[in-house]
């Protein structure tokens, strides 16, 4: 197991297609996740933009062709022309550690990095260590490899979300804006007969949220079922993008997707950007070439990333009325003006 030039740790959508690009272009790759098999437990709403590329090609299960925006008790405002997918998020993972282990990526599961030296060496917590001469972080926002480079997100949201049947069909993402739901916002998204029903806020009211979704729950009972079918939940990191590598001695350490900082401040959204950063980040393995991965994700990412900072950051400066709930969600013209 100890033989590689790129070890990918973390197996999300982000190590995942590092893997697979690194492998594809001739690399020995090592992968591994704590996890013990891909993708579960499910900590997702499910939604990705229809720009994303062909990678949820059987993975989708249903379509998404509006959003709609719930201000405080207002009535929605529908916005046409906000396509998406809802995926089935264990399938869709799965089938990308699949297309990584086709490329030739060793992936190792229930294999949990312990920490990580100053000279680059991975120890688990079996005790086995590992060194390779590229290091991809690739473990979500809590990394342990953006620890070791110094890159760490000190910015989060705390997040809940149930299931719950779906009384009619609907194919809108529904989004609930309030001064209630500090420094996030409520989701219904819709997955055929089901929904997942959830709430983000700043980690200081992460002991609100369960009284945050218990009444949207209660709000939708109209178009949802009252029994909870799943809880999940999870950190998201929004403080935008961090110092994408960094050495360990001589040991090159690249970051990817929520490890670099990628999920959109505003919308938590950061699948798509995982997918992308991934594959640039085992190109940029493969090429030694962490310069041009950095100019590339600042190129994709920067400006929008930055925008939606200095949104979250107003949203965050006093108690948000209606028009700056407004101004902060992309929805709405005047976030992006
Ligand atoms: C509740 C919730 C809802 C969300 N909804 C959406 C949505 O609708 N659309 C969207 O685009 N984004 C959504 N996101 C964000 C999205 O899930 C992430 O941006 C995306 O998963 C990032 O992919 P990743 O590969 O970078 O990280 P992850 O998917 O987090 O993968 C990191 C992997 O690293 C592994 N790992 C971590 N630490 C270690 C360790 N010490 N040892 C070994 N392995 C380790 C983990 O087990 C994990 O498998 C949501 C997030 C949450 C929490």
Redesign the pocket.
């Known amino acids: 197991m100890l033989d590689a030039d790129v070890l990918v ?8 297609s590092a893997a697979a690009e690194a492998a594809r272009r001739g690399c020995r790759v090592i992968a ?4 013990r098999e ?2 579960l437990p499910v ?6 933009p229809a720009t994303i590329d062909a990678s949820v090609a059987g993975v989708v299960r249903q379509r998404i062709d509006a959003m709609a925006t719930f201000v405080e008790n207002d009535a929605p405002d529908l916005k046409p022309g906000f396509p998406g997918y809802m995926l089935d ?1 264990a399938a869709f ?1 799965a089938s990308v550690v699949e297309a990584a282990r086709q490329a030739g990526a060793r992936t190792f599961f229930s ?4 920490r990580i030296s100053r000279d680059g060496t991975v120890t ?1 917590a079996d005790g086995r260590s590992l060194r390779a001469p590229v290091i991809i972080g ?7 490899a953006g620890k070791a480079i110094g890159s760490v997100n000190t910015e989060l949201v705390e ?3 149930i299931s719950v049947a779906l009384k009619r069909p609907h194919a809108a993402t529904d989004i609930f804006l309030s001064a209630g739901i500090p420094g996030g916002y409520g ?1 219904l ?1 819709p997955k055929g007969d089901r929904a ?1 029903l ?1 709430a ?1 806020v700043t980690p200081r009211y992460k002991s609100h949220l369960k009284a945050i979704i218990e009444r949207l729950h209660a709000g939708l009972l109209d178009r949802v079922g009252r029994e909870i079918l799943a809880l ?6 929004v403080g935008g993008m961090l110092k994408l590598f960094g050495l360990l001695e001589d040991t090159l350490v690249l970051l ?5 900082g ?2 959109n401040p505003v ?8 997918v992308h ?2 594959r640039l980040a085992g190109e940029a393995a493969a090429r030694k070439s962490p310069h041009s991965y950095e100019e590339e994700l600042h190129d994709l990412y920067g400006a929008a990333l930055e925008r939606a900072l200095h949104r979250r950051r107003e949203l965050l400066d006093g108690v948000p009325g209606k028009t700056a709930l407004r101004r902060g969600w992309i929805a709405y013209p005047e976030y992006w003006q």
């Open positions: 740790l973390g197996l999300g959508p982000a190590g995942a591994l996740d704590r996890k891909a993708g900590q997702c709403a499910e939604f990705v998020r993972d294999s949990v990095v312990n688990l690739a473990d979500g926002p809590r990394s342990r997040t809940r979300q989701w998204f997942n959830g983000g999940t939940g999870g950190a998201i990191p990817a997707g929520d490890a670099a990628l999920a919308t938590g959204a950061g699948i798509a950007a995982a950063s991934g």
